[in-house]
């Protein structure tokens, strides 16, 4: 099965947000979490999702969702920090036999670097296995399992635009990377908006300039992802190194907000709603909090692909979603447990449900959920690349590969401090680290 067609609808869920809050789940009668099953017994779940305010929504109306058709099970649910202070918590909780039962992660190569088939439990034999995309099985299998489900929709990266300050300017979404600095210049030069917003003080935003640009990369060597994970290709040569170059010309170049260094992501996402910043790198997840805190702004933000050096390469680069995990330590009655709730997100009752908390950043890759059509703007511009064929899954889905240290790079090169041949170089040692790890070989 391949994407459901993308009908445009609003967004969801990322949260990578630190806001470090615990929040509990209501519904369900609490008990002895080693009791249960299907002799009438109570379970307890735990379940560690990512915090912010969208992803706590979802994971509360999705638990409520659940324990209104299976009332002997109970969710708790915690929250995380994103990025890569989120992803070491994840490796510790695993590796101490201290991971709550179930949580969600990422899919793809971060998924790797877990060890899933030593870290988890295998949902290779379940029935709704069958109802999940080829493209998304892929990105969260090995050669020994399938582990997760999807949390969200599939989404795609490139770059937020005010439409109304775009309009004001006369200016016509780029197509090409000169086009896009010389749209940037003219905005500063208005001087009413940043012209590219950044937020460092979330290091893992930092990292779209060279994650987004993937659709570019194999446009112009569509055999890059695997000539990469055979380390005959790296970041210091082209087409890949363009992403460090891209971001280390817009740095000096002046473009961005003044608090770039300590801004947030929630600030930045207000920042193009309000109209503060124009142009913001980063995932179509962003519609969530646009859902949420920014309504009036959902016919006024757009999204346009990472541009490229051509405009006959113009096209999305495609995440799919993050998913939830159940650790390998759980046995018995709550492994039963766990697996009702891995097949409950597998439904379109589960679809319906993060669709009426936050929207739908682009396609569900579940059969039988689908879309409405009243969608923000967001959405909706993704719409012409899904039909035309124009996108490419990001290198973390075709890859096992990713260095860990990306986002701490990013922002020194994008702040100036390192140089991107200099960065470039940097993550290609990482890179190099990640794959011996991993026991690639040609590494």
Known sequence: MKFSKLRPRAAVVA????LGLVLTACGGSSSDSGTGGSDGGSVELSFLVNSGEASEAQAKALVEAFQ???PTITVKTETRPGGGEGDNLIKTKLATGEMQDMF???????????SPDQTLANMADQEWI???SDEYKTSVSTADGTYGVPWETAQSGGVLYNK??????????????D???????????????AAIVQTYGESWTSQLWVLADFFNVTAENPDWAQEYTENKVNYSEQPAF?????????GKSGLFNEDFASATYDEGVKMVAEGTGAQYPMLSFAVANLVQNYPDSLDKVGMFPMPGQSADSNGLTVWMPSSVYVSKSVEGAKLDAAKKFMAFMATPAACDTIETVAGASGPFVVDGCTLPDDVPALVADQQPYFDSGNTGLALEFLSPIKGPALEQITVAVGSGITSATDGAAQYDEDV???AQQLGLPGW
């Open 15 to 18: 949260g990578t947000v630190a």
């Open 68 to 70: 209104k058709e299976n």
């Open 104 to 114: 969600q992660y990422n899919s793809g190569s971060l998924l790797q670097a877990i």
């Open 130 to 132: 069958g109802k999940l």
């Open 164 to 177: 109304d300050i775009y309009a004001e300017l006369g200016l016509e979404v780029p197509t090409t990377w």
């Open 179 to 193: 086009e896009f600095m010389a749209n940037s210049q003219k905005i500063k030069d208005a001087g009413k908006a």
């Open 242 to 250: 363009q992403g460090f170059a891209n971001i280390e010309a817009a």
């Open 432 to 434: 190099t680290k990640q």
